[in-house]
């Protein structure tokens, strides 16, 4: 990633976009003293805080509480753009950290066009403050509509060497004996280390992985479900209907649909319950 021209924890503006053409990186941990909304227009951007990680193609966004600590990826070229918001103009907002929701249609339009206003925008200019101040109080309500749709983080070296192997093999046959190795653990240590630190089967993550890449991969222009099950490693079409299903609460044929006209999802769409340990 190429350094900064500007730090933006020195900006004196309340709020500014900050809009960037990012290449294949990965940042350090950091954090900011303005609350943070992260929202890649193009490309897929994932995002890591703490305690879990997501995945965040055009179709979701990333609110992040001021002082978050938290670190991107990019294994793609991202047209990011980052709304940065003093804490005092958001009211009510969002429990928690991080949330991670849906773009809806006008949330994308009002994200695309603060791009007007970068941080060497004048400290005080009242269209700019209007505006972003409309933004601050959508924000609450857009980010309470948020969804699980995120993977645990490791909190030591093998269960990372786990996960990243995991994520690396996602269209493949690979077995919990492949990660162990990956890991440099025993099967019953692995098993151990997801149950305590992720609080999750090493099983579920597979799942829950396959089903996030599936959605970055529906979301791309001119994608096919049929090839999109056999890109995240399901030999059946129907499995993969039946678990894309169960998880988004959308046929695949019809995510593919709605994320190519911009809508948001069909009335009563939500993820089945998940089962956090199941294996």
């Known amino acids: 990633m190429p350094k900064p021209l500007v730090d933006v924890d020195t900006v004196e503006a309340a709020a500014f976009c900050l809009s960037d053409e990012l290449s294949p990186f990965t940042s350090a941990w950091h954090a900011h003293r303005k609350h943070q909304l992260l929202y890649s227009a193009q490309g897929a951007l994932h995002l890591e805080v703490e305690q879990a990680q997501w995945l965040l193609p055009p179709q979701r966004a990333a609110w992040l509480r001021s002082g978050t600590r938290h670190r991107v990826r990019v294994s793609q070229p991202v047209s990011l753009r980052t709304v940065y918001l003093e804490p005092r103009l958001v009211r009510l907002p969002p429990e928690g950290e991080c949330r991670v929701f849906i773009i809806e249609p006008l949330a994308r339009e009002m994200l695309l066009y603060s791009t007007r206003w970068g941080p060497e925008r004048p400290p005080r200019e009242p269209l700019a403050d209007s505006f972003f101040g409309t933004l601050a109080q959508l924000l609450s309500e857009w980010a309470s509509e948020s969804r699980a749709w995120r993977l645990p983080r490791a909190r030591t070296p093998e269960l990372e060497r786990a996960m990243a192997f995991t994520l690396k093999h996602l269209?493949?046959?690979?077995?919990?004996?492949?990660?162990?190795?990956?890991?440099?653990?025993?099967?019953?240590?692995?098993?151990?280390?997801?149950?305590?630190?992720?609080?999750?089967?090493?099983?579920?993550?597979?799942?829950?992985?396959?089903?996030?890449?599936?959605?970055?991969?529906?979301?791309?222009?001119?994608?096919?479900?049929?090839?999109?099950?056999?890109?995240?490693?399901?030999?059946?079409?129907?499995?993969?209907?039946?678990?894309?299903?169960?998880?988004?609460?959308e046929c695949p044929r019809d995510f593919r649909q709605r994320v190519a006209r911009g809508s948001e999802p069909r009335a009563g769409a939500a993820p089945a319950t998940r089962r956090t340990r199941a294996r």
């Not at 190795?181 to 280390?193: C, D, I, K, V």
């Not at 829950?208 to 995240?232: C, F, I, K, N, P």
Request: proline residues 1%.
């Open 171 to 249: 269209g493949e046959p690979i077995s919990f004996e492949d990660a162990a190795r990956a890991a440099r653990l025993s099967g019953r240590t692995l098993s151990r280390r997801f149950e305590e630190e992720a609080q999750t089967t090493w099983r579920r993550f597979l799942h829950d992985a396959r089903m996030l890449r599936a959605m970055e991969l529906l979301a791309e222009e001119g994608a096919r479900v049929t090839q999109t099950a056999y890109a995240v490693g399901f030999e059946s079409l129907a499995a993969f209907t039946h678990a894309f299903h169960a998880f988004t609460g």
